[in-house]
């Protein structure tokens, strides 16, 4: 109950209310998202300039999945290029910015309202109820924590929320081997019944426990994978070293928690927020196979997300009713964005995460198309940015900036480090292919 006072005493009291709709919600999930779409549509077609003459102004809500798929992809260039022709004349309450994670290589910042933080919210508490969470059982995260490495002590705020919601963050973005020890340490300190984290430091912690012969806490009952790929191999070495459940969880910053493993094990998508699409290299639906992950959101009224292409690859499973009781719709696999882990010289590893705050100085400071992070040597970094026709990094104010840059890299990473810019005509895909939006040259050090 403490939880829910909270939150109803910070104004977020209805996250609870949609987190009871959905939690009784089973079968219909193809009607349900219809009737949110629709209402998505004419939002959009009455108040968004890029849809105003694109969607009809009256149309039967059986029509919703024609319509939309008549609409043009929307990628992260594209609002670049027309930011504010994206943003509803009619926005919600309490609007903020929120920046992309960063892992496409491509900035882009979202407007987004308080009913689509709430339905987030909602969407994340019953993902966890999968699993047999309950407000107040004990969380772990295994999440980037920028202050920490900075030696800054969180806000009172922060700490309080923390204490209230019961979770329990410690820092993902560097793994010495010292870190990890003192990670399972807390997990049996504070006998967390589910851990929650990058998919990287979850499984750096259970290598850590598979070597040393570490046993988890009797009070785990899940852990929970993010942000990242969750490859059979890692799934098997997180099995052999918990002995508990292991949930996939996938989302992105701009469109928040859209999938996740349900009871049975399989990544449904919630139809209360997102409506997915598979498309072939030709634009078209894509009745079998993977292909491009499409996705359109059903709660964020201010800036709506309409048939935005993710950058990521994946394949949806005929519809139908999970031995869960869901008719929701399902993915059969989800390959999201592709790094290199980086290494100090100790061993090390430092998550491509780390450096997603000083990529968003630099996209502040100059006009940034695609960027990426490569690992020269243990100690030196060079940043690529692909700069919009014309421009130049050149100046008094950038180089002040990208000053500034190098300084708040090394208070996170040490003196000795040195960072390097470069502004080259493209970055190349990788042979395979793929983007990688962090690169390394170095190989991990031998121990």
């Known amino acids: 109950m403490l939880m829910q006072l909270c939150d109803i005493l910070r104004g977020h009291g209805a996250r609870w ?6 939690a009784e919600f089973h079968g219909g999930a193809e009607a349900l998202t219809m009737r949110r779409l629709a209402a998505m549509l004419r939002h959009a077609g009455r108040t968004v300039p ?30 670049n290029g027309a930011r504010e022709s994206f943003v509803s004349s009619e926005p919600g309450q309490h609007v903020r910015e929120t920046p992309t994670g960063g892992t496409s290589g491509v900035p ?28 107040g059982d004990q969380i772990l995260r295994v999440w980037g924590d920028h202050a920490a490495l900075r030696r800054e002590r969180a806000s009172l705020r922060d700490r309080l929320a923390a204490r209230v919601c019961r979770v329990r963050t410690v820092n993902g973005l560097l793994l010495s081997e010292e870190n990890l020890r003192e990670y399972i340490a807390v997990l049996h300190r504070v006998r967390a019944q589910f851990l929650e984290g990058y998919v990287h430091g979850l499984h750096r912690i259970a290598l850590e426990m598979l070597k040393s012969g570490i046993r988890p806490p ?48 399989r990544l449904h998508v919630n139809p209360f927020t997102h409506y997915v699409e598979i498309l072939d290299d030709r634009g078209r639906l894509a009745p079998k196979g993977e292909g491009r992950i499409v996705l359109t959101l059903l709660t964020n009224r201010t800036m709506p997300l309409i048939r935005y292409d993710i950058g990521d690859v994946g394949d949806l499973k005929e519809r139908t009713v999970c031995p869960c009781g869901r008719d929701w ?7 999201g964005r592709e790094a290199s882990l980086l290494y100090r010289a100790d061993g090390t590893i430092i998550d491509p995460v ?57 208070m996170e990473l040490g003196d000795d480090v040195e960072i390097a810019f470069d502004f080259p005509e493209e970055i190349p895909f990788a042979p395979s292919g793929k983007y990688f939006y962090a690169l390394s040259k170095v190989a991990p050090p031998q121990s």
Request: charged residues 30%; hydrophobic residues 40%; contains cysteine.
């Open 17 to 22: 209310g949609y987190l009871k709709r959905m």
């Open 50 to 79: 890029f849809y105003r003459d694109r969607i009809p102004p009256s149309f039967a809500e059986e029509d919703a999945y024609h319509i939309l798929h008549g609409l043009p992809l929307v990628s992260r260039r594209d609002i």
């Open 108 to 135: 882009l910042w979202v407007l987004q309202d308080k009913d689509y933080v709430d339905w987030g919210a909602a969407g994340r508490h019953l993902f966890f109820s999968w699993l047999g969470w309950r407000p």
């Open 218 to 265: 009797s009070s785990l009952r899940a852990v929970i994978s993010t942000a990242g790929n969750l490859t059979p191999d890692i799934e098997d070495d997180l099995r052999r070293a918990f002995g508990v459940v292991i949930a996939n969880r996938y989302g992105c910053r701009e469109a928040a928690d859209i999938a996740a493993s349900c009871p049975e094990g």
């Open 329 to 335: 719709q399902t993915f059969r696999r989800v390959h």
């Open 354 to 410: 780390l450096f997603f705050p000083f990529m968003r100085i630099l996209f502040r400071l100059l006009p940034v198309e695609r960027y990426q992070v490569v690992q020269e040597d243990y100690h030196r970094f060079t940043f690529r940015a692909v700069l919009k026709d014309g421009a130049t990094a050149e100046g008094p104010e950038t180089d002040r900036g990208l000053d500034e840059i190098r300084q708040a890299v090394r």
